[in-house]
């Protein structure tokens, strides 16, 4: 049982250039979470999807982030118009339910944005 | 507003000692609380968990304590050993509100 993938492992895209992050989630799950790590920061939570649909975006950037987790494929973090403060880490986490009482997370080896 | 905070960014512990990682919360609304241990280039796995119904939870080395009162828990790793040198990230949750604590950096010297 393959665990959670993300890919590419590491991106370098120059300021203005779009990023594109994917996420397949372990097999069976249909929950999806990202979360961006700043240098020397913790992680910091983005999004929660459940299949088709945004459960909780409260801490995605209102402007040039967007997420998608379609009925079939991996789900997609798309960074538009990337500027240099987007370098960071950005960690996928899958689980079987919803978040809750008991709900473990089960993270990807993370994508490390680099724009330059 | 940080609703997680892990105070020490960085630990060092002799090799066999004790390894005591503090965690504190603001929000009386957690319900659950869970340790996560993540090594450079990897993403965090998922190491310990604690109800808030309980004060304690033991898995092998690792224990995690939880005063409610204080809002305020800890993950015990006892003996020490080089290979748990890694960041320990504290998070907390209830309902679909799941938040990390900023991580303490475990080293354990041979």
Not at chain 1, 35 to 40: D, G, I, M, S
Request: glycine residues 8%; proline residues 6%; positive net charge.
């Amino acid at each position: 049982n393959a665990g959670v993938m993300q890919n590419p492992r590491h991106l370098v895209r120059r300021r203005g250039q779009e990023a594109r992050l994917r996420c397949s989630p372990m097999k069976g799950h249909s929950h999806v979470y990202w979360y961006r790590q700043l240098p020397e920061e913790g992680l910091k939570f983005m999004v929660y999807l459940q299949k088709e649909n945004i459960i909780d975006e409260s801490g995605m950037p209102k402007e040039r982030f967007s997420a998608e987790f379609p009925k079939e494929g991996p789900s997609i973090l798309r960074i538009q118009q990337v500027v240099r403060g987007d370098s960071a880490a950005y960690f996928c986490a899958s689980s079987l339910i919803g978040t809750g009482r008991g709900t473990e997370q089960f993270f990807g080896p993370g994508t490390r944005l680099t724009v330059l | 507003d940080q609703q997680v905070k892990q105070n020490s960014p960085s630990l060092s512990v002799q090799e066999g000692r004790i390894s005591i990682l503090n965690c504190d919360y603001t929000n009386s609304m957690f319900d659950y609380f869970l340790w996560y241990k993540k090594y450079p280039a990897e993403g965090p796995t998922f190491l310990i968990s604690i109800s808030s119904i309980k004060d304690k939870n033991e898995d092998g080395r690792f224990t995690v304590f939880l005063n409610k009162s204080a809002k305020h828990l800890s993950l015990h790793i006892v003996p020490s050993q080089p290979g748990d040198s890694a960041v320990y990230f504290c998070a907390a949750n209830y309902g679909q509100n799941f938040v990390f604590g900023p991580g303490t950096r475990l080293s354990v010297l041979p």
